[in-house]
């Protein structure tokens, strides 16, 4: 009896590393294969090539020696075994969770978390698939931006004040004053205007400072550089940081105009691009107006919200639409009588 159970003890590890559903269930992969495991790549391999020669659904034959008993559906079943063995074996990774597997039978839950993460784990490199994301928006930024500023250039092109300005400054540079052209070099109407419009369309690029949504679009603002530079970036923010503590906070210097500026731009809750959008006057009133001290600005803010009262009050549209909700606007139930 003693003999019976220790017999039976050792059987109950390589049983119960063989899990249903795993690898290949309730088959050791070495033996399928009928190779040991200390068996090499190539020995696996040469296994492999042999059994799926032997037992493949398009080389079956009824009354082939080798497959004597088999039917066309127990050796279909018998190549896919053979197939899942070799999957797991060729594979250096997953031939080393198997084996842990047949080591370590009691670590049950284990063996499955190994087995699905590797089987649902993404083929491809997760890092291959974010940089292609991120580049595909920055193209598409990138793209956007000059659509943008191109429209705005053609917008400018036709308002008669940008126009005459830069025409007259092509005038003055003799770009616009060429001789007549005879002979062969003769163009034609429409190619003359077309390239005085060119010269009109570069005039405007280069004298006009476009900014806000519409400026020219630059490579360093698109979001691939921008994660690109963003530790120079940040090791900046910290020295400007820092740079503002010891000057402003323990050494008590007066502000400058930028610093200012950029107190007032952080009051006013607006980005550098929206900051630089505005009027210089609007800056210089700003300043006159020493907004960057909190109590100034509450000020401030509070003449402007009053000022666009006034105006809302005094707006025939404001008024109408103040007439529409009180006699018809939503929640009010009417009975129209056809």
């Known amino acids: 009896v003693r003999v019976i159970v220790l017999f039976c003890a050792a059987c109950v590890p390589s049983a119960a590393a063989l899990i249903e559903g795993l690898y290949c269930g309730t088959e050791i992969c070495y033996d399928v294969l009928g190779v040991t495991r200390e068996a090499t790549k190539a020995d696996i391999a040469r296994a492999y090539r042999q059994l799926a020669r032997k037992y493949?659904?398009?080389r079956f034959r009824f009354g082939d020696p080798g497959l004597a008993g088999e039917t066309r559906e127990?050796?279909?079943?018998?190549?896919l075994l053979v197939a899942t063995a070799y999957e797991t074996l060729r594979d250096e990774d997953s031939r080393k969770d198997y084996d842990y597997m047949l080591d370590h039978p009691e670590e049950?839950?284990?063996?499955?978390?190994?087995?699905?993460?590797?089987?649902?784990?993404?083929k491809v490199d997760v890092r291959i698939v974010i940089l292609v994301t991120v580049c595909a928006i920055s193209l598409f930024q990138y793209y956007s931006w000059w659509s943008s500023y191109t429209d705005a250039i053609n917008y400018l092109s036709t308002v008669p004040k940008y126009r005459i300005q830069a025409t007259e400054l092509a005038k003055q540079q003799g770009l616009l004053n060429r001789t007549k052209e005879k002979g062969k070099n003769r163009r034609s109407k429409e190619e003359?205007?077309?390239?005085?419009?060119e010269i009109i369309r570069d005039i405007i690029k280069n004298k006009i400072d476009i900014k806000g949504g519409y400026q020219k679009p630059n490579i360093s603002d698109i979001l691939l550089c921008k994660i690109v530079l963003f530790p120079y970036y940040l090791c900046l923010y910290v020295a400007w940081y820092c740079s503002w503590v010891y000057r402003f906070t323990i050494c008590r210097e007066e502000y400058g105009e930028e610093e200012k500026l950029y107190i007032i731009?952080?009051?006013?809750?607006?980005s550098q691009a929206q900051f630089d959008s505005l009027e210089d006057h609007l800056r210089d009133t700003f300043l006159e107006r020493q907004l960057w001290i909190k109590e100034n600005y509450e000020a401030y803010k509070e003449e402007q919200e009053e000022e666009m009262k006034m105006k809302m009050a005094l707006d025939p549209r404001w008024k109408r639409?103040?007439?529409?909700?009180?006699?018809e606007g939503p929640g009010r139930l009417t009975f129209v009588d056809d």
């Not at 731009?265 to 607006?270: A, G, L």
């Not at 639409?321 to 006699?327: D, F, G, T």
């Open 321 to 327: 639409y103040r007439r529409w909700m009180k006699n």
């Open 56 to 58: 493949h659904p398009d």
């Open 108 to 122: 049950y839950y284990s063996h499955y978390y190994a087995y699905y993460r590797r089987r649902l784990a993404p």
């Open 192 to 197: 003359i205007r077309e390239e005085e419009e």
């Open 265 to 270: 731009r952080k009051f006013m809750k607006m």
């Open 74 to 79: 127990s050796a279909q079943q018998k190549f």
